[in-house]
Antibody, heavy 116, light 105 residues
Framework: EVQLVESGGGLVQPGGSLRLSCAASGFTFSSYSMNWVRQAPGKGLEWVSYISSSSSTIYYADSVKGRFTISRDNAKNSLYLQMNSLRDEDTAVYYC?????????WGQGTLVTVSS | IQLTQSPSSLSASVGDRVTITCRASQGISSYLAWYQQKPGKAPKLLIYAASTLQSGVPSRFSGSGSGTDFTLTISSLQPEDFATYYCQQLNSYPTFGQGTRLEIK
């Protein structure tokens, strides 16, 4: 069974930093690209960042480019999102997701609240 | 690639047939998926490759389209179908439509 478990969310002040983690199991993590997707309270789904299986290709949404860094450790079956210079509008549930043409697996999400 | 869903909200009754549309800003072949999301839960994949039903999803759900225009149809609404629906394209990375909230009339 595929499992994706996010952690690291919490309350942070504007301008602060947070590092999210996602622990993957139930599939060969090193073979698949991964994504972070977020959902602000009462809003829709917003793709945040993509990383290929080997980390050779990385994309970011314009809204987080220059502030967030995605990375992975295939030996630890883990995905990360380093979030710096956080803003109020970054408040959201952050999901780790494996999204392919025929498969889509999501974690339960971790809540990040940016507030003073 | 931008995805535009319509309508943004919809009121319907149990037993109704409903259709949600999704238009892509450029052609995406059949790389289109549909999700259902209920409050406090992660999105659930319903349909992938525009028209292929995910295992375990009831047959009252169907999808069609290719290129830029796609539809999700629920043939006979059930109480558990009232939720928010999203389309998603997968060109290189995924992007989502803005969502359609399906409410009970």
């Amino acid at each position: 069974e595929v499992q994706l478990v996010e952690s690291g969310g919490g309350l942070v002040q504007p301008g602060g930093s947070l590092r999210l983690s996602c622990a993957a199991s139930g599939f060969t993590f090193s073979s698949y690209s991964m994504n972070w997707v977020r959902q602000a309270p009462g809003k829709g789904l917003e793709w945040v960042s993509y990383i290929s299986s080997s980390s050779s290709t990385i994309y970011y949404a314009d809204s987080v480019k220059g502030r967030f860094t995605i990375s992975r450790d295939n030996a630890k079956n883990s995905l990360y999102l380093q979030m710096n210079s956080l803003r109020d509008e970054d408040t959201a549930v952050y999901y780790c997701a494996r999204v392919l043409t025929t498969v889509s697996d999501w974690g339960q999400g971790t809540l990040v609240t940016v507030s003073s | 690639i931008q995805l535009t869903q319509s309508p943004s909200s919809l009121s319907a009754s149990v037993g109704d047939r409903v259709t949600i549309t999704c238009r892509a800003s450029q052609g995406i072949s059949s790389y289109l998926a549909w999700y259902q999301q209920k409050p406090g839960k992660a999105p659930k994949l319903l349909i992938y490759a525009a028209s292929t039903l995910q295992s375990g999803v009831p047959s009252r759900f169907s999808g069609s389209g290719s290129g830029t225009d796609f539809t999700l149809t629920i043939s006979s609404l059930q109480p558990e179908d009232f939720a928010t629906y999203y389309c998603q394209q997968l060109n290189s990375y995924p992007t989502f439509g803005q969502g359609t909230r399906l409410e009970i009339k």
